[in-house]
């Protein structure tokens, strides 16, 4: 008795022997009869195999939208829980947004999603880098801000380094340049009201109203390194704003103390 090969070659291949009822050999059968046998173990071999395939597909595809939805939920979360300072800053994704419970951390590789450096016309031959504002270098901005007992003005004072960051990341300088002028007005700014510095560090001298079209009317488009907010030229709810003190803020029922753009 010839020894069953075929059942012995098909379970190796992962496909179910077929069920042999005599003893014989494929290359006992005819010609075109063992061609078709030839052609239904292969199709039976690809269909198991385009089986699997898609199983693995699946519970891959399965697991990676398991994934997606556990991040989301955790950004929902997030976001739903994050202090009042946070929530604009979450327009902008590519943002690092933590915070504990005496500061706002924001991670921003210092370049916006706008084209940069356009309309310039006294450029100081610098060009926009990426800057590493992130872990200990991140911005950090108190929220439970307090008021100076002497209050400083802007104004020929704090011409170094930033004095507000915008909720998409950069940060807001003076609108005087180091040397005491009026950035703008000399034709040091694009047409987003920035430019950058010797260090190649892209800021705005002016307030970024642009931003309002990202997080709505009614939220700031920056926070004073103060900690208190900077909101456009109405109120959060289109109201026209009120007297304003020196340092262009007031305060508000529901809102407290905050900066309007001028």
Not at 62 to 71: F, G, K, N, T, W
Not at 160 to 167: E, H, K, N, S
Not at 178 to 198: A, F, K, T
Request: glycine letters at 10%; proline letters at 9%; one cysteine or more.
């Amino acid at each position: 008795m010839k020894p069953h090969f075929l059942p012995f070659a098909l379970a190796l291949l992962g496909i179910p022997a077929l069920n042999l009822a005599h003893d014989w050999n494929p290359r006992d059968l005819p010609p075109a009869e063992r061609e078709a046998l030839r052609a239904h173990i292969l199709e039976e071999f690809l269909a198991k195999q385009s089986g699997a395939g898609k199983r693995h597909s699946a519970t891959v595809l399965v697991a990676d939208a398991a994934a997606s939805l556990q991040a989301a939920a955790a950004a929902v979360t997030d976001a739903a829980n994050a202090p009042a300072t946070a929530k604009p800053f979450l327009a902008f994704p590519k943002l690092e947004v933590k915070w504990d419970r005496e500061f706002l951390h924001v991670g921003s590789n210092g370049l916006p999603n706008h084209n940069l450096m356009v309309g310039i016309t006294a450029w100081q031959q610098q060009v926009p880098l990426p800057q590493a504002y992130f872990g200990e270098n991140a911005w950090r901005i108190p929220l439970h801000p307090v008021p100076a007992a002497q209050p400083a003005m802007i104004k020929g004072r704090f011409l170094r380094g930033a004095i507000a960051l915008a909720v998409n990341g950069i940060p807001i300088f003076n609108p005087q340049n180091n040397r005491g002028e009026i950035s703008q007005e000399i034709g040091e700014l694009d047409q987003w009201g920035g430019h950058c510095g010797r260090a190649d560090d892209y800021h705005y001298h002016i307030a970024p109203l642009h931003l309002q079209g990202a997080v709505g009317a009614g939220m700031p488009i920056a926070i004073a390194l103060d900690g208190y907010p900077i909101y456009g030229l109405t109120e959060p709810d289109g109201s026209p704003v009120g007297v304003l003190d020196e340092c262009h803020g007031h305060e508000t029922p529901g809102m407290g103390y905050h900066y309007h753009a001028a």
